[in-house]
């Protein structure tokens, strides 16, 4: 909300104006604008298919302004018996239609001067018109076909109105259009001053659009610098990327590098200072100015409507002569109304004209001309977007004192705001320059013959100015105080003090490092980037202007087709670290025709492309784990029938499928999509069971695209673990875990639940343990994974074990007196002595009962005696009998 401060800030209004009027009313005492209309309310209706149902309220007041220069108090009375207005540019709007005396009653050198009067007639907008019931409306058709567009289909027009439809300004009732775009029509009532817009934005389903360009900057006499994006800024396909987008154009970085290229035109400027461009929504250019005369983007110059002097009646001698912004009116196609500030440097009033870009079958015309703002304006102007991009804060300085006035213009008009802050300067020659961010402001600033940089913070929501620092760069003017611009993040500023090599005063280039808050401290601590007795340094601006992070900064060289620039202006410190490259031995940008002292103000609307391509994602790039690719489709509302090649000799359908190769490598992708239109038996039939059986045969085909990309399947590791392992825990024992893995690439393990990170593990306790192996790939977007995983469960497991002696002594001693057999972990025990003629002499079936070397009560006679011992494990019963013989020594 626009707030106060103090008894230095003061809010008028002024309305923007949209139908070309008559100019008389600005030659009288004072100036009628804006909507000479009554106030209606919000407008709706109901409908279906995409788009805005109900209005915003689009009213718009009459606005005054008094033109003399010298009045110091006003009253207006605005004949209709509501309260009167003591502001110079009050606004008002009107109940009733009707015929209104305006009066005014003004004080000039504190004398209170005769009244002055001028009739206003006040009219009633039109009935709302709209597309399928909607004031905002979306249509899709099959391309090659004609829509016919009306405002007032399926009920009457009203009598006597007027139509003008955007783009191309047909003043037919209804229009047919056969290519991709938004149209709006604005229905005037009869008296031509009251209107209603409505729009739609038609698709033909993947009709070819044309888009964009790169930015150029027109200044000087005929100067052109164009910009390119650096080749090492597009990148190459990302194939190791586990996601990503198909069938789409090649990827940029995310904060591209731009560079200067060889311009492909020139321009029709002759601009000592000062020029102005603005790029539309699909960012191309529109038009230009160097404040006297606008230029279409053919490079002559735009006609008036009506045919009155043609110039703006300001001066391309300014420092920042005029500044084009886009104005958003209710219900537009974006943009159809330009705005196009201008200073007049001799008269000091800022006033603008506006371009209607619907007149002269799209190239546009001037409908209005030099409709006062205020008086008493520097030559500094500079712009910012609101924070929702739906309008534009407009800065500018007065000449005499410390005012900043802040206009706000969006859809419901222009409101001013003035804020006292700083110094009262006694030459504004130099720039003013918003940063990148948006949330700073500096302004240069000479006084009493020296030189001075005032920084301000840029409220966001408000966009109201507070001082933050100002700088006294302890140089004497001249050489003045000139070029401004921030780096990116806005925490340092470069500046040029304007030399004259004509009289051998140099000029400069400064780095200030704001980052030191004090401004003793950022003067102390300036760096000088370059200084000259040859050239006279002028503007300073990063390009291009919508460039994010990839900008450079740029140098105006009077009477060059050079221009040196900063190309790492984010960096603290001298030429060699900030990248400066100078214009000696012929380096620099090029420039087509010459530079003079300025640059262009550059704006840029609100970026939309029309039309649609098909598009797709994927995710998920290991060999042996799905894939999913995905589609929303084209051509919304209408029917897809989307299928897929998935180049492995397998195809799938869906806008959403997911698809396992079983392979590594690449693989071409096609997606096939078929699009159907609805027709008059498939609106009408609304059967469930009917649209399942039929689908789309009740509908039109309206066309088949098909797109063709590439995935790149990347290899899963092999490993193997066995299904069980056993290890001894009674007897301590351990185990080495081992997945044997094959086919790695980069190879990263993780074991669970030791979360160990080695190949291969060795584990004493009883559990489930699972590996993950991955293969490790290195994308742009970050690393990817392609994990293979098993488990293994460990269970308590002892192996048998029997220890059989050579010899025993059976002599009553007590020492090995048996045949005794230490064994673990066994079953099924069988042990049986031979004599030496193959006879059995003793049998056991329990380890525990052991031969003491007698056989039928005697004792057996000293000798080697054969024996078979057999047994089976006690954890591995599944094992066949273990069997072992050989002989024990009797010794006696």
């Known amino acids: 909300m626009w707030g106060g401060i103090g008894t230095n800030l003061r809010i008028f209004f002024i309305a923007a104006t949209f139908s070309f009027t008559s100019y008389s009313s600005f030659c009288q005492e004072f100036f009628i604008g804006g909507k000479k209309c009554i106030s209606v309310p919000a407008t709706g209706g109901g409908g279906t298919g995409g788009g805005q149902a109900q209005s915003a309220d689009c009213n718009e007041p009459t606005v005054f302004f008094d033109t003399n220069k010298d009045a110091t108090a006003w009253i207006w009375d605005f004949g209709d018996g509501s309260a009167t207005a003591t502001t110079r540019n009050p606004q008002h709007t009107y109940a009733a239609i009707g015929d209104y005396t305006v009066t005014l009653t003004r004080t000039v050198n504190n004398v209170v001067q005769a009244p002055v009067t001028q009739t206003v007639t006040i009219s009633q907008p039109p009935t709302q018109p709209m597309f399928f019931k909607k004031i905002s409306a979306d249509t899709t058709v099959c391309d090659g076909k004609t829509v016919t567009l009306d405002p007032y289909k399926g009920t009457s027009a009203p009598a006597g109105v007027t139509y003008l439809w955007f783009p191309k300004g047909q003043t037919t009732p209804t229009i047919d259009v056969d290519s991709a775009g938004c149209y709006s029509v604005e229905v005037f009532d009869p008296s031509g001053q009251c209107s209603r817009i409505a729009k739609i934005n038609v698709k033909f389903c993947l009709q070819q659009t044309n888009n964009g360009g790169g930015e150029k900057w027109y200044f000087g006499k005929g100067a052109t610098l164009e910009f390119g994006i650096n080749p090492s800024s597009v990148l190459p396909p990302d194939t190791l990327a586990n996601s990503g987008d198909l069938f789409g154009d090649p990827e940029e970085d995310e904060d591209p590098v731009f560079i200067p290229v060889d311009p492909s035109s020139g321009n029709s400027l002759d601009a000592p200072e000062g020029t102005a461009m603005v790029y539309g929504p699909k960012g191309t250019l529109l038009f230009y100015t160097d404040g006297v005369t606008i230029y279409g983007n053919d490079d002559k110059p735009l006609a008036f409507i009506p045919a009155t002097p043609n110039d703006l009646g300001g001066t391309n001698t300014s420092t920042q002569s005029s500044l084009i912004i886009p104005k958003s009116s209710c219900n537009e196609c974006p943009h159809h109304l330009y705005y196009v500030y201008t200073l007049n440097k001799t008269t000091g009033m800022l006033s603008y004209s506006v371009v209607d870009l619907r007149r002269e079958n799209g190239k546009g015309a001037v409908v209005e001309r030099n409709i006062p703002v205020s008086f008493t304006t520097s030559q500094q102007i500079a712009t910012k977007k609101t924070p929702d991009e739906t309008?534009?804060?407009?800065?500018?300085?007065?000449?005499?004192?410390?005012?900043?006035?802040?206009?706000?213009?969006d859809s419901t008009g222009t409101t001013e705001k003035i804020q006292a802050l700083g110094m009262v300067p006694s030459d504004t020659t130099g720039y003013m320059r918003i940063s990148p961010g948006g949330d700073k402001l500096a302004m240069a600033i000479v006084k009493n013959g020296k030189n001075y940089v005032e920084v301000y913070d840029i409220a966001e929501e408000t966009g109201e100015l507070s001082l933050s620092l100002t700088i006294d760069l302890k140089t004497d003017a001249p050489p003045m105080v000139y070029g401004l611009e921030f780096s990116r993040d806005g925490s340092l500023l470069y500046t040029t003090l304007r030399g004259n090599p004509a009289s051998n005063v140099k000029s400069y280039l400064y780095q200030l490092n704001l980052n030191l808050k004090d401004a003793d401290a950022i003067n102390t601590a300036k760096i000088k980037i370059d200084e000259s007795t040859t050239y006279a340094f002028g503007a300073l601006q990063m390009g291009p202007t919508n460039a994010g992070g990839g900008g450079a900064i740029y140098m105006a060289i009077d009477g060059s087709d050079l221009l040196p620039y900063i190309s790492q202006p984010e960096v603290p410190g001298g030429a060699s670290l900030v990248g400066y490259v100078p214009i000696n031995n012929g380096f620099g940008a090029q420039v087509k025709g010459t530079s003079h002292f300025g640059f262009p103000n550059v704006v840029h609307a609100k970026q939309k492309q029309d039309g649609e391509q098909p598009s797709a994602t994927f995710e998920g790039t290991c060999e042996g784990l799905p894939t999913i690719f995905k589609t929303q489709g084209?051509?919304?509302p209408m029917k897809n029938q989307v299928a897929w090649d998935f180049g492995d000799g397998t195809t799938g359908s869906g806008t959403e499928v997911s698809h396992t190769y079983e392979k590594e490598g690449r693989y071409i992708i096609k997606m096939i999509i078929d699009v159907f239109s609805e027709t008059f038996i498939s609106k009408n039939v609304n059967i469930p069971i009917v649209n399942n059986l039929l689908g789309n045969a009740l509908k039109e085909k309206c066309n088949t695209f098909t797109v063709i990309d590439t995935v790149y399947i990347k290899p899963t590791p092999v490993i193997n673990l066995p299904d069980s392992a056993f290890v001894c825990v009674l007897k301590g024992g351990t185990l080495v875990l081992d997945p044997k893995a094959q086919r790695t690439y980069d190879p990263q393990y993780l074991w669970k639940p030791t979360s160990e990170t080695t190949p291969t593990i060795t584990i004493s306790a009883l559990a489930t343990y699972s590996?993950?192996?991955?293969?490790?790939?290195?994308?742009r977007s970050g690393n990817v994974f392609c994990p293979a995983k098993d488990e293994v469960l460990v269970k308590e497991g002892c192996e048998p074990q029997v220890f059989v002696p050579e010899i025993f002594t059976p002599n009553g001693d007590g020492i090995n007196d048996r045949f005794e057999l230490p064994n673990e972990f066994i079953t099924d025990f069988d042990l049986k002595i031979f004599n030496r003629w193959g006879e059995i002499i003793f049998e056991s079936f329990e380890p525990d009962t052991l031969?003491?070397?007698?056989?039928?009560?005697?004792?057996?006679?000293?000798?080697?005696?054969a024996f078979t011992v057999s047994y089976k494990s006690k954890y591995f019963p599944y094992r066949p009998k273990i069997t072992k013989t050989g002989g024990i020594l009797l010794v006696k």
Do not use: Q, R
């Open 851 to 865: 031969w003491d070397g007698t056989y039928k009560g005697k004792m057996m006679a000293p000798m080697l005696y």
């Open 771 to 779: 590996v993950e192996v991955n293969n490790k790939f290195v994308s």
């Open 391 to 409: 309008g534009f804060y407009i800065y500018s300085h007065d000449s005499k004192t410390n005012e900043f006035k802040i206009l706000k213009v």
């Open 634 to 636: 084209i051509c919304s």
